[in-house]
């Protein structure tokens, strides 16, 4: 039964194949099928009941110019259908397997022309693929144009005909981006299960030193989404992506993957792996080598790849841990705590098991940076797991990050923060957090320039995390390019409204001299924050530097017992201060932040709000404690 005539719709059972939109529905609802998967059911319902050799599928999908692995790109092609239909091999509804021949669509079709309804037929030969007549309006042009390249390659003028023959070869993989992993386990509750395998899978392949892929916090904006993979290739800028299915029952665990060429669409590679929780480390580094040896072969790389964590995991202690990932990454005042908890968990579960270490510490660090946790309290708890996590294994690099931010902006240590950047990039150049560190070091010693670089360099990791834009906007800001500044903020604030990225494009608008624009948004983020009406103040009179100063006496009038009392770190209260031009009030609040190690204290000495403080003997003391040049 060919898909053509006046409908390119068929119906069997509760789907609906839709041949000119390149849609399966079930029950009038879109069900996720790729164009190779989609192509190979609409050329077994075309010879419904007939045999399809794998030999025909493969001349379908690939014919003769492609070099790929089609015997695992055929059996992931039938597997994603039957994980479309609901179909089982053992038991098929609708696709059936002939041993060592090929595949047999036995659903039930729709009587057409008045016919009984279509069932499993005499195997016979197999017809090419039809289509929708909006299509055979070319074939007559192209018989024309077939007709001149029979005579030009009889004729192989200049060497033309050779030229043409010749096998095309895939183009090189130098960027790769893991999409999220969907959860096929009809259990909600699975997420963190397939969202911590994505997040693995992008750890492994980071490895790669010769392939860029992007972090797991720019990927994960396109779970469930509806974009093709060409425009999701265009907007992470990649030559290829990962994607595949998790699929968890009790102690199994069943994982596809497949590999795609982002521009076309185009299957490359694809395999199904099975495990059970105990060898689910050992699995995922089986999936990421088996990736990497078709990227390095792209790209003539020698040398096996160095992926993922080599030593085995209690099963407990990896579960907990990937649930402890899932809260992290959640990034909500409620969510952080339990991050600890599950991570403190694997921890028990498994004392050796050091990215649990790692993402413990990091969680400490930021409940410190925004205030849960007093520094000295995070401080406390962050170095002893930083020590024992290096003495497990001192050759992994998200530690080495992590200690460098600790020395960085707690122990004021800016010469260790720089080695232990330099070894994390070293160890894993394709992981964001160490050039982001390194970034964050060359900002607080004044090389701004060098300071964008790396972020830069982060950023093309890692295109969209909040942290990361928004990290790039502050150093613009040190570096006073404010109208790219402002642009890199207004970006970021589309990507999520947030409190400190409204704060920090306010602070632009205010360098720049825009006061009114600068009052809106520090009025939005106040806002944003849920302050009460004490701490709202008028925006509509702030039309110059003198009334912007009043607008920022009257929040701290009447808001400075919510600021005073821990609702605000002791650095904003001190920048509130000296835009209120209050300079005596500022410094005391200055001293309050340097004692209290407040996040960014370091980067008082390339802010652009103190160039007034310069002078200032009391401002130069504290840039001189804080460990700068003042």
């Not at 410094?587 to 209290?596: D, F, G, H, I, P």
Request: proline share 5%; charged share 20%.
């Amino acid at each position: 039964m060919a898909l053509t005539g006046p409908s390119t719709l068929i119906h069997f059972g509760a789907f609906e194949l839709d041949a000119a939109s390149g849609v399966l529905r079930k029950s009038g609802i879109a069900v996720k099928l790729h164009p190779q998967p989609f192509r190979v059911l609409q050329l077994l319902i075309e010879n419904s009941g007939q045999l399809v050799t794998r030999e025909q599928i493969r001349q379908c999908l690939w014919g003769d110019n492609t070099f790929v692995d089609f015997e695992r790109g055929i059996n992931f092609c039938v597997n994603q259908i039957r994980a479309a239909l609901g179909d089982d091999a053992d038991k098929p509804k609708f696709v059936e397997t002939l041993p060592r021949c090929g595949y047999r669509f036995i659903g039930s079709l729709p009587p057409t022309n008045g016919d009984a309804p279509v069932e499993a037929a005499t195997p016979a030969a197999v017809s090419p693929l039809t289509f929708p007549p909006r299509f055979r309006a070319l074939t007559y042009s192209a018989a024309g144009l077939l007709f001149a390249v029979v005579a030009v390659f009889s004729l192989n003028l200049g060497g033309l005909r050779s030229r043409l023959l010749m096998k095309r070869t895939p183009p090189p993989i130098r960027s790769l981006a893991v999409l999220p992993l969907e959860n096929l386990s009809n259990d909600p509750e699975q997420e963190y299960f397939s969202d911590g395998m994505t997040d693995a899978l992008i750890t492994d392949l980071a490895q790669i030193d010769s392939l860029r892929v992007i972090s797991r916090t720019s990927v994960m904006r396109y779970k469930k989404t509806d974009k093709s993979l060409p425009q999701i290739g265009r907007e992470l800028g990649v030559d290829a992506v990962v994607e595949g299915t998790v699929q968890r029952s009790g102690n199994r665990v069943r994982i596809t993957a497949q590999l795609i060429q982002a521009d076309t669409d185009k299957h490359l590679w694809a395999k199904t792996y099975q495990s059970n929780m105990r060898d689910l480390i050992a699995l995922q580094n089986q999936i990421a080598g088996a990736i990497a040896q078709q990227v390095q072969t792209a790209l003539a790389v020698r040398g096996p790849a160095r992926v993922g964590w080599e030593q085995s995991v209690n099963p407990e202690a990896y579960e907990a841990y990937l649930k402890g990932d899932y809260f992290l990454n959640r990034f909500s005042r409620d969510s952080m705590p339990k991050a600890t908890e599950y991570f403190e968990e694997a921890i028990r579960e498994d004392p050796d098991f050091v990215p649990a270490y790692a993402k413990l510490a990091g969680t400490y660090l930021i409940l410190g940076n925004i205030g849960m946790l007093r520094q000295s309290q995070s401080n406390e708890k962050v170095k002893p797991l930083i020590a024992k996590a290096l003495q497990i294994d001192p050759q992994f690099a998200a530690v080495h990050a992590e200690a460098g931010w600790n020395a960085l902006h707690y122990d004021l240590d800016f010469a260790k923060a720089n080695a232990e950047f330099r070894r994390a990039v070293e160890l894993n150049p394709n992981a964001a957090e160490g050039h982001q560190g390194l970034a964050d070091y060359y900002a607080t010693i004044g090389d701004v320039q060098q300071s964008i670089l790396e972020m830069k360099r982060a950023k093309e990791i890692d295109p969209l995390s909040l942290i990361v834009n928004l990290d790039l906007c502050s150093i613009l800001y040190f570096a006073r390019s404010y109208d790219e500044a402002l642009g890199q903020c207004n970006a970021t604030v589309e990507m999520d409204r947030r409190t400190n990225i409204l704060r920090l494009t306010a602070g632009v608008y205010a360098s720049m001299g825009r006061y009114s624009e600068a009052a809106q948004t520090f009025s939005q983020a106040d806002e944003l924050r849920g302050a009460g009406n004490a701490v709202r103040v008028s925006t509509g009179q702030v039309q110059s530097a003198a009334s912007f100063k009043n607008y920022w006496k009257t929040v701290l009038r009447r808001g400075v017992e919510k600021v005073g009392n821990g609702h605000e770190s002791a650095l904003f209260i001190a920048q509130a201060y000296a835009y209120a031009g209050e300079d005596s009030q500022a410094m005391t609040w200055l001293e309050k932040a340097y004692q209290s190690r407040a996040f960014g204290i370091t980067y008082i000495a390339v802010d652009p709000l103190f160039d007034r403080f310069r002078s200032n003997p009391r401002f130069a003391d504290i840039v001189r404690r804080v460990g700068l040049s003042p």
